[in-house]
């Protein structure tokens, strides 16, 4: 099996701009809105995000990136770990936080997401944003309020994201198997 592309631009741009509206809908009047991308990916998206939220908003939310390595529930299990940096440059203590990643799979690194974010204070309320959302391959119960693109996969395919900032040529989403 070959990869298959799920999306490109222009229907990318299409779909960022379709989920911001939804943020934006889904405001809490008197809740300031912030944005935490997952490392390593998922910053990339929230980045995104922000700029195209900054047209629509008088006051573009923060972003920030948080890293939940160390808090994976397989983290000790791992021969080798690479933690990325994590920037929040502000409380979370009664904001609304968009929590933002590029592919939602299993559920455990949204899971490990939460449990970092303990660190930053206690918002009033967590969102979830996805670009992809591989639905049936969930080992917790964990489901984004706003999704890109919901695609079908089998546990032997993986969803690769390509952005421009990470220096390809174009943003594309691509369906790859996995070696067995």
Known sequence: MTRKLILSSPLLEITISRLCQ???ENQINGIETVILGLQPRGIYFAERIAKELSKHLEKAPSVGKIDATFFRDDYRRRETVSPNSTDVPFLIE???VILVDDVLATGRMVRAALDAMNSFGRPAKVELCVLIDRIYNRDLPINADYVGKSV???????VLVEWTEQGHEADRIWLIPQPE
């Open 94 to 96: 009664n904001k609304r």
């Open 22 to 24: 939804e943020l934006i």
């Open 152 to 158: 079908n996969t089998l546990p032997t395919e993986k």
